[in-house]
C-alpha cells in the first residue's frame, strides 16, 4: 500500500528555518502532485505549497509565498518543503499529499488528494 512518510518538523524560534521532507513508500498508481498543507488547533487544514510532479510547476499560499520552497526528487520520490523567516502563525502540523491522477481541479483543494501522511509538528516561537 502506499504511505507518505513525513520528516523534519521540530521546535525553531523566530526567523529560522526548517526542511520537511516526505517520501513515497509503495507504487501509486502515478504521481500527478503532491502538495503540502498544515492545521493549526482550532484552525482548518490550511494550503501551503504544491507541486506538478513531471513538469514541476509550483504553487504557494498567500501565507508563505516568498518564504516557503517546495520541491522533489523524482530518483527518491520524495518533495521537500523549505521553509525560511519562519513566524509563530507558522505553528501547525504538516501534512503532506498525493494525488494519483491527471486532473483540473485546483492543487489548493484539500480534498484533490488521495493519500496524506501522518503529518509532522512545526512549532515557532517568538
Known amino acids: 500500500q502506499v504511505q507518505l512518510i513525513e520528516s523534519g518538523g521540530g521546535s525553531v524560534e523566530t526567523g529560522d528555518s526548517l526542511r520537511l521532507s516526505c517520501a513515497i513508500s509503495?507504487?501509486?498508481?502515478?504521481?500527478?502532485?503532491m502538495a503540502w498543507f498544515r492545521q493549526a488547533p482550532g484552525k482548518e487544514r490550511e494550503f501551503v505549497s504544491s507541486?506538478?510532479?513531471?513538469?514541476?510547476?509550483?504553487y504557494y499560499g498567500d501565507s508563505v509565498k516568498d518564504r516557503f520552497a517546495i520541491s522533489r526528487d523524482n530518483t527518491k520520490r520524495t518533495v521537500f518543503l523549505q521553509m525560511s523567516s519562519l513566524k509563530p502563525g507558522d505553528t501547525a502540523i504538516y501534512y503532506c499529499?498525493?494525488?494519483?491522477?491527471?486532473?483540473?481541479?485546483?492543487?489548493?483543494?484539500?480534498?484533490?488528494?488521495?493519500?496524506w501522511g501522518q503529518g509532522t509538528q512545526v512549532t515557532v516561537s517568538s
Open positions: 507541486i506538478n510532479w513531471s513538469g514541476g510547476n509550483t
Open positions: 509503495g507504487r501509486p498508481s502515478d504521481i500527478f502532485a
Open positions: 499529499g498525493l494525488e494519483d491522477s491527471p486532473t483540473t481541479r485546483p492543487y489548493s483543494d484539500y480534498n484533490l488528494y488521495d493519500y
